[in-house]
């Protein structure tokens, strides 16, 4: 048998990234930048109020707060006259006097002259005078200009995955469109004489056709941008015909229930003028028959996996996963593993790498990760568990048993709400 690692380090090989595309920033979420994103101008682009409040001179103010007295002992009250009201958004220039104020929205530009805004809190909020209880220093409560950004700072470098923060700064600096690392195109085919599309009633012998709805989901999570053909004859003719229209428009294809004994050579020789698939024996459980081979012209990644739908999501996961983060240009494309303590003992098949699905939780009290398997021996088969798993429990192939409350590294899947 070829080992696992053997088998990744051959497919992921075959990774090929998509040339770097210029998209709308509102379809660039989640892809990773292209370019270094440089900035043409500053960001505020205006010294501009941080709050709702007045626009002061901070000298005017200084006195705040503080007991003054007239000659004669009298308390004096700090008021200024408010001498106008700027809104967010204005373009009239205005300029504040000595000892004046001027109301202020929250990014309003401030007057000429001001160097501070004063909290509405920090006086009596009157409108045509206000007393002030408070001072302020220069530059409380205001935006710079270019506080945030300078013209010629890199605003998104180059390999930053586009969240919501990045498209947030890519529009307020300017820039409507980004160039990116577009989505590898992935097309799932389904094969078998016994498969039904879920809109049909399964007749005698017939099942559902699971795996191209799993798989290309599977691929979605991925980050591909995914064409699910769906159920496609076993017809030599109406297979090559349908498998040579997804390689001009894939850059990788996955076909489902098509591996081992006749049905594999008999795939294998319709599609033997595209290119050779070999079909192998790796050392993992489940998914351990799978086929893989370059087709077509552009020698695009092809995969044959089983057509039990939790081996062929496992094998997707091992896989087919890698190679389309690679191809997104993810400099990490394996799943996060952390060690975890099982709550229950565990047996796998010896030999080959198990992967096993499981519940992974964490412990209240003292942090640590723990683990629970889901099924059994002889349950590689059920989709139940797999759909309840946020995990896998990855073991060497030298591991056949695991004792309660010994350690094992577990892969993370999801993460549950």
Known sequence: MRSVEDQQIKVTAAAVAPRPVRVAISEAQGLLCAEDVVTERPLPGFDQAAIDGYAVRSVDVQGAGAEIRDEDGNPIDLTLPVVGEVAAGSRQPNRLQPRQTVRVDTGA???TLADAVLPLDFTDGGRARIEVYEPVR?????????????PGDIAVRAGTIIGAAQVGLLAAVGRDKVLVHPRPRLSVISIG?????????????????V????????????????NRVGIVSADPARLRDVVEGQLVRSEVVVIAGAVGGWASEQIREALSDLGELEIARVAMHPGSVQGFGRLGRDEVPTFLLPSNPVGALVVFEVMVRPLVRIALGRRHPMRRIVRARTIMPITSMPGRRGYLRAQLMRDEQTGEYLVQPLG????????????????LIVLDPDVTE??????????????RG
Do not use: K, M
């Not at 220069?138 to 300078?150: A, K, L, P």
């Not at 989901?217 to 995914?226: F, L, N, P």
């Not at 695991?402 to 993460?415: H, I, M, Y």
């Open 109 to 111: 530009p401030l007057p």
């Open 138 to 150: 220069s530059g409380d409560y205001v935006r710079r200009i270019g506080d945030d950004v300078q």
């Open 193 to 209: 004489g016994e498969l039904v599309d879920i809109d049909r009633t399964p007749g005698p012998g017939q099942v559902y056709d």
């Open 211 to 226: 795996n191209s709805y799993a798989l290309a989901a599977a691929a979605r999570d991925a980050g591909a941008d995914v």
């Open 376 to 391: 059994g021996n002889g349950s590689s088969h059920l989709l139940s568990t797999l759909a309840e798993a946020n995990s």
């Open 402 to 415: 695991v004792r309660t409350g010994d350690e094992v590294p577990v892969a993370f899947l999801a993460q």
